[in-house]
Each structure stands twice: as structure tokens, then as C-alpha cells.
């Protein structure tokens, strides 16, 4: 098959990846790339809204605060700036598209979050990631310009030196398994966006979709690009735990409306670690429960609502309160299993502010890069924010750039591999991964519990290049290959910080340090 030629290629089809393509589509030929379907990001699960500054009584000054407190010292404040202020224009944008933010009269009603300090952010009830996904994808579907390749895996950038070319290293394009055909794909263009979200995934628990395999970072970390700030992994205190709930968060506000957290003999534990109680902070929370998880030896801990009577729920909790009664759970006589799940990777990809990489032609949008906005934990309705804002930073850097031709790209090479006959290695190393990162390097660390997972990651490692080497590539391959490139970058990040700080907090390392610094690693050299 002939290569693909576009003059841009989007990876990921969240929020970032829409967002880029329908600023380029005007002016050149985009591919977005995505290995399910359109809707199947991590955006759309989005509960909360998107931030920004639209009431009189708000200031950019007091939005840039807010996150710079945040992210406990670590954020970037030309990039908090940058997202800040250009906030409200990107809330415009998304309303010209049809966009159906939440009204209170003929005004945008704003709600406040953890963290804020004022009414700032836009939503459309309590879905509002659904919903602008959903308007994102019926304006691309019906945008000329944009071609959409559903259930494309990537498999990696291609880069000059990997071919080797002389002169400049550059980005000139990607591979890609395609699921119909089951054969990599050449995709080929003079400019290239990672929009494929986090890493979630690499933990037993999260609440993000089967997609966050952090493809993004591992291909750029292996195309040479450096990442930063990998150990800061934000967990939301109160997941769903059951066999059959994928991803289900229950609400914070359970907890603020007497919502008591229980050991499974009931015994009533957070007021031993915080004053506080339930309604401490939500890393405090996380941290509580894991330390009980971990001292008991158990797989969660139980909510419990069950004093607040039928009508309250209903009134305030119906989509939980119908989502627990699916599962025969009913959380008006009896508590909620819930378990500190995964739920947003603050670093990544290290980019400018116009997204670009270490590697000519890389961009990087979204929650797979590291802009320098969340520092060492992420500020609420934030981070879709972010996406909007960069992804038309990147698309007016790629709209500027002059469009040099490329070289013709070879086809993928399978002509030294076979089909695997023991796939059952993939699935035992998928599961070993997850758990031993969700026992080692979660919530809370200590340097050997570091050394323990590093120690793991590396035996798993040479497996799968093994594996990647002999065997025709599938996408759970793909995917385990990338979790465990994550898996070491977020290991080798937590062992670099010797304090605790947002996110990371490590029991050998109690203190804050000072000055505050970012982990910024760098790849010894580009490897493919």
C-alpha cells in the first residue's frame, strides 16, 4: 500500500485533536488518526467544565493564582498566563460551534470547584466533556479537509535519522496499525500533532478509558523527545469498585453532604488522618485510604450515604444513585465500595508554547504534554481548557511554517516476524504492570518500593521488545509496549524527587525541597 500523504497528521481524536484539525482544515489536508472510534477519549468523560474568566467579580490574576497554588510551586507562569488569558476566547469559539453550555438567564451559568477562587467555570450540566466532544465531531464529520482514520494504532514517528538522511533531525510522519486490514500503515506529512491523552491505564485503578496507554509519550520519548514531571499522576480519592463498573467516579460531593468513609467492619477511619475528615482535600483523602488499604491488607474501602433518605439522593445523586442500583448495589441501606483510582497524568511531552517538541514537525496537545500549566498537581476544568487553547497555538504555528516537501517513506518491514502463539504473555505482563505500578508506585512511595517496580519494569522490558521484535505487532502489544515505556519514566521521575510534593508523596522524603524544580528527563538518544 502506498504511503498516505497529508500535510498534517493528527494522533487522538479528544478535545486537542478536534480542536487542531478544525483550525487547519481550512487552509490544509488533515488526517486524524484514532485507534477507536471518534468518541472514545478520555474527553468525553469529563464530568466538570472548562475554566475561565467571564464574570465581573473574576480576574486573570486571580485564575493565574489559583494555579499557580495548585500546582504547589511547579508551574510554568508564561504558560498559566498564556492559558489563562486566552481562556474566554476559547469558551467563544466553542459556542460558535454549537457548543450547548448551561444558561442562567441569558448568561453562561459558571459553577466553582475545589481550588477556585471565584465562579469560573463553563459547563453543560454535569457532562460537559460529552458534550463538546459530541459537537467537535459532527462539525469534523462535516468539515471538507479532514479525512478520519478510526481504529489506527500508532505504532511510532518516523524521523529522518531513523531513515537515515542526512541533515536535520525532523518528524516525517508515522505508522500505524490498521485493525480492518491488520497491516501497519504509512502515514506521511511535514507536520505531526500527538493528541492521544495520558496513561491511566498503566494503574490497576483509573477512571480513564482503555485509550490511555500514553502512546503519545512513549513514541516521542523514543523518537528523542524529552519529557518532564512524569511522577505527578493525579488520583481522585472515590472510585467505584466492582468487577463490572468500568471508570465510575463517585462524586466529592457525597462526602460534602455527610458521606462517611468506612474500613469494611465499619470502623470510621479519616478523622484519625485529618482534621478535617471526609472533607479534607482530595490528595489527603487519596493518601488516607490507601494507607488503610495497605495496612489491612483489603482491595477498598466503603462510602457510606445511607443516613440521607431515598428522596435526598435521588434529589442530589440520581445518575449514582442509578448507576450503584444497576450493579445491586443500593446505596440507600448500604455503603459504596470505593478505591483511589487514576485519573489525570500532569506531565508528559515536553512542548513550547505553540506545542512544539524537541523534533522538528512533533507537536504534542493535550494531556500527553507537559506545557509547564499544572505543575505538581492539576487545578480543576483546567485541562480541557488547556486543550483548547494549545491546540490553536499548534495549528497557527503549522499555518506559519513553510511547507518544505518531504522524501518518500518506506513501507513497514515485516519480513523478519511471525505471528505469535503465546499472546496469553501479553495479558500476564499487562496485569503484572498495573498492579505492581498500583502497589508501588501510586499514592504514596518509598524508595524501595521504587526499586522494587524498577526492578519489575525492567524484566519486562526486555520481554517485550523481545516479543516486538520477533512477532507481527498487535495493538495490545502496542499498547503494553508504550505502559511500560510510561512505567519507567514515572519511576525514574518519582526516584529523582527526594520531597514530597502535590502529587508525589514520598514517606522517605516528607519535606518540601528547595527550590522548587521540575524532573525534566532526557533520552540518551533517539531510539526506534
Known amino acids: 500500500m502506498q504511503p498516505h500523504q497529508f500535510d498534517v497528521l493528527i494522533v487522538g481524536s479528544g478535545l486537542a485533536g478536534l480542536s487542531a484539525a478544525?483550525?487547519?482544515?481550512?487552509?490544509?489536508?488533515?488526517?486524524?488518526?484514532?485507534?477507536?472510534?471518534?468518541?472514545?477519549?478520555?474527553?468525553?468523560?469529563?464530568?466538570?467544565?472548562?475554566?475561565?474568566?467571564?464574570?465581573?467579580?473574576?480576574?486573570?490574576?486571580?485564575?493565574?493564582?489559583?494555579?499557580?497554588?495548585?500546582?504547589?510551586?511547579?508551574?510554568?507562569?508564561?504558560?498559566?498566563?498564556?492559558?489563562?488569558?486566552?481562556?474566554?476566547?476559547?469558551?467563544?469559539?466553542?459556542?460558535?460551534?454549537?457548543?450547548?453550555?448551561?444558561?442562567?438567564?441569558?448568561?453562561?451559568?459558571?459553577?466553582?470547584?475545589?481550588?477556585?477562587?471565584?465562579?469560573r467555570i463553563a459547563h453543560v450540566t454535569d457532562a460537559t466533556g460529552a458534550a463538546v466532544q459530541r459537537t467537535l465531531i459532527d462539525v469534523v464529520r462535516a468539515t471538507p479537509g479532514i479525512t478520519l482514520f478510526e481504529q489506527h494504532t500508532l505504532v511510532d514517528v518516523i524521523t529522518s535519522h531513523k531513515l537515515g538522511l542526512a541533515g536535520p533531525q525532523q518528524c516525517l510522519g508515522l505508522y500505524a496499525l490498521d485493525d480492518a486490514t491488520d497491516e501497519v500503515v504509512t502515514f506521511q506529512?511535514?507536520?505531526?500533532?500527538?493528541?492521544?491523552?495520558?496513561?491511566?491505564?498503566?494503574?490497576?485503578y483509573t477512571t480513564n478509558p482503555d485509550t490511555a496507554t500514553g502512546d503519545g509519550i512513549a513514541a516521542a520519548w523514543r523518537a528523542g523527545c524529552r519529557v518532564g514531571n512524569m511522577?505527578?499522576?493525579?488520583?481522585?480519592?472515590?472510585?467505584?469498585?466492582?468487577?463490572?463498573?468500568?471508570?465510575?467516579?463517585?462524586?466529592?460531593?457525597?462526602?460534602?453532604?455527610?458521606?462517611?468513609?468506612?474500613?469494611?467492619?465499619?470502623?470510621?477511619?479519616?478523622?484519625?488522618?485529618?482534621?478535617?475528615?471526609?472533607?479534607?482535600?482530595?490528595?489527603?483523602?487519596?493518601?488516607?485510604?490507601?494507607?488503610?488499604?495497605?495496612?489491612?491488607?483489603?482491595?477498598?474501602?466503603?462510602?457510606?450515604?445511607?443516613?440521607?433518605?431515598?428522596?435526598?439522593?435521588?434529589?442530589?445523586?440520581?445518575?449514582?444513585?442509578?448507576?450503584?442500583?444497576?450493579?445491586?448495589?443500593?446505596?440507600?441501606?448500604?455503603?459504596?465500595?470505593?478505591?483511589?483510582t487514576a485519573h489525570f497524568t500532569c506531565g508528559g511531552v515536553l512542548t513550547d508554547l505553540a506545542g512544539r517538541t524537541d523534533l522538528p514537525g512533533l507537536f504534542a496537545v493535550g494531556e500527553v504534554a507537559y506545557t509547564g500549566l499544572h505543575g505538581a498537581n492539576r487545578l480543576a476544568s483546567n485541562s480541557l481548557l488547556e486543550c483548547i487553547v494549545f491546540a490553536r497555538a499548534a495549528a497557527h504555528a503549522i499555518?506559519?511554517?513553510?511547507?518544505?516537501?518531504?522524501?518518500?517513506?518506506?513501507?513497514?518491514?515485516?519480513s523478519r516476524v511471525t505471528d505469535a502463539d503465546e499472546s496469553v504473555i501479553i495479558s500476564h505482563n499487562w496485569d503484572e504492570l498495573r498492579r505492581f505500578m498500583w502497589d508501588y508506585v501510586g499514592i504514596v512511595r518509598t524508595n524501595k518500593r521504587l526499586e522494587r517496580a524498577a526492578h519489575r519494569i525492567a524484566l519486562l522490558q526486555a520481554e517485550i521488545q523481545e516479543f516486538y521484535a520477533?512477532?507481527?505487532?498487535?495493538?495490545?502489544?502496542?499498547?503494553?509496549?508504550?505502559?511500560?515505556?510510561?512505567?519507567e519514566l514515572i519511576v525514574r521521575s518519582a526516584q529523582l524527587r527526594r520531597e514530597s510534593r502535590g502529587l508525589h508523596y514520598s514517606r522517605d522524603y516528607p519535606a518540601l525541597a528547595a527550590p522548587a524544580a521540575s524532573t525534566i528527563l532526557v533520552p540518551p538518544v533517539s531510539r526506534h
Request: hydrophobic share 45%.
Open 22 to 119: 478544525l483550525h487547519l482544515a481550512p487552509t490544509h489536508r488533515v488526517a486524524v488518526i484514532t485507534k477507536r472510534q471518534m468518541q472514545d477519549g478520555a474527553s468525553a468523560w469529563a464530568q466538570g467544565g472548562i475554566a475561565a474568566v467571564l464574570a465581573d467579580d473574576d480576574s486573570f490574576a486571580a485564575h493565574i493564582q489559583d494555579t499557580l497554588v495548585a500546582g504547589a510551586g511547579l508551574c510554568d507562569l508564561a504558560a498559566t498566563r498564556f492559558v489563562v488569558e486566552n481562556a474566554p476566547e476559547a469558551i467563544a469559539w466553542l459556542r460558535q460551534l454549537g457548543v450547548p453550555f448551561s444558561l442562567e438567564g441569558d448568561h453562561l451559568h459558571l459553577t466553582r470547584e475545589g481550588g477556585h477562587s471565584a465562579r
Open 189 to 204: 506529512a511535514p507536520q505531526t500533532i500527538l493528541a492521544t491523552g495520558g496513561a491511566g491505564k498503566v494503574y490497576l
Open 231 to 340: 511522577e505527578f499522576i493525579q488520583f481522585h480519592p472515590t472510585g467505584l469498585y466492582h468487577p463490572h463498573a468500568k471508570s465510575f467516579l463517585i462524586s466529592e460531593a457525597v462526602r460534602g453532604e455527610g458521606g462517611k468513609l468506612l474500613l469494611p467492619d465499619g470502623t470510621r477511619f479519616m478523622p484519625q488522618h485529618d482534621e478535617r475528615a471526609e472533607l479534607a482535600p482530595r490528595d489527603v483523602v487519596a493518601r488516607a485510604i490507601d494507607y488503610e488499604m495497605k495496612k489491612h491488607g483489603i482491595d477498598c474501602v466503603l462510602l457510606d450515604i445511607s443516613h440521607q433518605s431515598p428522596a435526598f439522593l435521588q434529589e442530589h445523586f440520581p445518575n449514582i444513585l442509578a448507576h450503584c442500583a444497576s450493579l445491586g448495589i443500593d446505596i440507600t441501606k448500604e455503603p459504596i465500595p470505593v478505591v483511589p
Open 399 to 414: 499555518a506559519d511554517a513553510p511547507r518544505t516537501p518531504i522524501p518518500p517513506l518506506p513501507r513497514w518491514d515485516e
Open 470 to 487: 520477533h512477532f507481527h505487532v498487535t495493538r495490545d502489544l502496542l499498547e503494553l509496549r508504550n505502559l511500560v515505556q510510561v512505567a
